[in-house]
């Protein structure tokens, strides 16, 4: 059995908060939290397919350039290889799960301003 209170944390980006609840190879589930007003980089994932699903707040989401607002009890797929970026634009801290398949551990590549405006070109 795993619970917020014993799963492994992690803090990423502008303060935001990770905890762990199945830590697979094959499958990583975490429930992460995001303060008002903060955005993790914009980035893709080689192999790994993920499931974003809101718990608590608001969840903005840029998947390939077209913007997701997400309210709690919804959720958002986001295949392999789709630039995405999640963010709280809210006023209000924002709770979701992310559900990884297979796992993102060292499936994850950065996207520079510089590399999107060199791949438009």
Known sequence: MIDKESAEHYIWGDHCDGW???????????????????????HYHHRARQFFFVLSGQLTMVLQDKVHCLHPQQGIEIPPLSPHQACNRSDMAVEFLVISQPSTQGDRENIDTDDEIKAKA
Not at 24 to 38: R, S, V
């Open 20 to 42: 762990y609840l199945l830590k697979q190879q094959d499958l990583l589930i975490i429930h992460e939290k995001m303060p008002a007003h903060t955005a993790e980089q914009r």
